[in-house]
């Protein structure tokens, strides 16, 4: 799967064999790449996708959040998509109109 953060098209894989089993996930932005960790429940790579997402808006920008504030902010968008399906299905349709 491929995201686009800020101009930039970021290549996404859901690895079974990450080596690092201390994180559920990472970007390297230089790399344009996030991996994340298929061997958690689906709910938690969700989470941990829109955690690296945070993670590259972060580098990019140059924004200087500790990783504490990318937890938490990861954190809040996972429960408002988790939350509101319907959010999602209306934002998909916006750019189809
Ligand atoms: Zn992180």
């Excluded at 989470?47 to 990318?70: G, P, R």
Aim: glycine share 4%.
């Amino acid at each position: 799967m491929k995201v686009k953060i800020l101009g930039h098209s970021y290549n996404v894989f859901f690895d079974s064999d990450r080596t690092d089993r201390n994180e559920y996930g990472n970007c390297i932005s230089s790399e344009l790449r996030i991996s994340i960790d298929n061997n958690t429940p689906k709910s938690w790579q969700n989470e941990t996708l829109i955690h690296e997402i945070a993670e590259a808006i972060n580098a990019h920008l140059d924004l200087k959040l500790e990783h504490s504030t990318i937890n938490r902010v990861g954190s809040i968008i996972h429960q408002i998509t988790e939350s509101n399906p319907e959010l999602l299905k209306f934002l998909a349709n916006i750019k189809k109109k």
